[in-house]
T-cell receptor, first 112, second 115 residues
């Protein structure tokens, strides 16, 4: 069945460091891809999305590109801040449904 | 408020009791989803409502779980004869319409603890 695999955390970085969180997927057809973020004590929020191959989603300095050839949707940010500390979830919606399938989440900790 | 509202925020109950969790979606959102977030299983889809269509119940883990959506708005997730493995955060989400291009907006969840 459809699934998402993302790197285990925690990822620990110093402020202004470059961030990559890897995400790969297995799906039939052409899913839509998402990154959700959960800040401490808060609910899940959509960070960015891409609905077709080669699309780039971006928001708040984060970017991810839908790579069909490598079935990947890696999250990147050029310069992280302490306020980016959160749990990041990669997710997909299969082409013939509307339900989100999530990865296990990656905790990011950014220190000053 | 304008977001998805869930109640209660926390629920502690004894094994074997029934519980009801409530979700009030964003006004105008026709699609409503329930997910479960637990330590062992991560985030799992439970059930999905879209307008007047039959719900997609494919994620419900057992027949002890059921959900309804009255009047196309508020939804209730019911767990009968609760077990300890039901302990989790139950999340509700809503979206404007069917289709992955419409993002799902999540509530803060109900943290359910089964003693």
């Amino acid at each position: 069945g459809d699934s998402v695999t993302q790197m285990e955390g925690p990822v620990t970085l110093s402020e202004e460091a470059f961030l990559t969180i890897n995400c790969t997927y297995t799906a039939t057809g052409y899913p839509s891809l998402f990154w959700y973020v959960q800040y401490p004590g808060e609910g899940l929020q959509l960070l960015l999305k891409a609905t077709k191959a080669d699309d780039k989603g971006s928001n708040k300095g984060f970017e991810a590109t839908y790579r069909k050839e490598t079935t990947s949707f890696h999250l990147e940010k050029g310069s992280v801040q302490v306020s980016d500390s959160a749990v990041y979830f990669c997710a997909l919606v299969p082409y013939n449904t509307d339900k989100l399938i999530f990865g296990t989440g990656t905790r990011l900790q950014v220190f000053p | 408020g304008a977001g998805v509202s869930q109640s209660p925020s926390n629920k502690v109950t004894e094994k074997g009791k029934d519980v009801e969790l409530r979700c009030d979606p964003i006004s105008g959102h026709t699609a409503l989803y329930w997910y479960r977030q637990s330590l062992g299983q991560g985030l799992e889809f439970l059930i999905y409502f879209q307008g007047n269509s039959a719900p997609d119940k494919s994620g419900l883990p057992s027949d002890r779980f059921s959900a309804e959506r009255t009047g196309g708005s508020v939804s209730t997730l019911t767990i009968q004869r609760t077990q300890q493995e039901d302990s989790a955060v139950y999340l509700c989400a809503s979206s404007l319409a069917q289709g992955a291009v419409q993002p799902q907006h999540f509530g803060d969840g109900t943290r359910l603890s089964i003693l």
